[in-house]
């Protein structure tokens, strides 16, 4: 497939164009025009590029690829070095994160959610493209339960913050549960204002702890890379199943 006919079909897929980023979702450096191998992987760091070199890949699809907001847009240092072996190889390099992140089907909410046995996801913003997430538990479950659950099905024991210990009013059972992976800690006060028991993401910071303690909701931080590796396997297996691309996924670990 031509790669610029594999960005299209994968906007579509991902209804890209509809969903405002701090990146630009697709095509983000171009390589040779006809892809039939392809790399995937949480991050475009340099040891998914050498992985990929070697693998003699078109292209690469990745949730963090690059040209961030916020970043410094000189290509120099590290940066500089990436983007040069993907040119000198002539691999194109595709980025999808918050479409990646939010899809029904291949999203990494509704992955890690489906993993954990969360069900029924709804948006916890108003919207249709809402970030984060809630849905409910199969079977309501003590906290402590929870915590080891999610340790046995991701293999990474979360960061939790003790609430019943702080909090005698925290709730003893876990039933409805919001989620947003990667670094949605921030989003912890909007699930408890939407009646959530109990809130998951990737990353925490150090309000995310008082947030939690004093408000009586229980928070599970799983690690940013664990809770988006899911996404980004489904998407590339979709388009190996669908069209019958040499797809590999490559899991470079990654404690954070």
């Known amino acids: 497939m031509q790669n610029f006919q594999l960005e299209q079909l994968i906007n579509q897929k991902l209804n890209a ?15 040779k025009s006809e892809i039939k191998k392809m790399i995937t992987g949480v991050t475009a ?19 963090h690829g690059y040209f961030w907001k916020s970043e410094n847009p000189c290509i120099r240092g590290m940066k500089g070095e990436r983007i040069k072996r993907l040119l000198v190889n002539d691999i194109n390099l595709y980025g999808y994160h918050l479409p990646l992140d939010i899809h029904p089907e291949l999203g990494n909410n509704a992955l890690l959610a489906q993993l954990l046995g969360i069900e029924n996801l709804q948006p916890l913003e108003q919207g249709s493209n809402s970030i984060p997430m809630w849905g409910m538990l199969r079977e309501s479950v003590a906290a402590q ?63 995310t ?27 590339g297996e979709w388009l190996a199943n669908e069209y019958g691309f040499d797809v590999e996924f490559i899991d470079i670990d990654n404690p954070a």
């Open 17 to 31: 164009q509809a969903i405002s980023d701090y990146a630009p979702n697709g095509l983000q450096v171009e390589g």
């Open 45 to 63: 760091s340099l040891a998914l590029i050498d992985h990929a070199i070697q693998q003699k890949a078109d292209a690469i699809l990745v949730h």
């Open 145 to 207: 339960d929870f915590s080891q659950q999610i340790a046995q099905v991701l293999g990474k024991t979360p960061i939790t913050c003790d609430v019943e210990k702080f909090n005698p009013n925290a709730p003893r059972l876990i039933h409805k549960v919001g989620i947003c992976t990667g670094g949605g800690q921030g989003y912890i006060d909007l699930a408890y204002s939407q009646g959530c028991d109990a809130f998951i993401s990737g990353e925490i910071s150090e309000q």
């Open 209 to 235: 702890t008082h947030s939690a303690r004093e408000q009586g909701i229980h928070y599970f931080a799983c690690g940013h890379h664990v809770t988006e590796r899911y996404g980004i396997k489904a998407l």
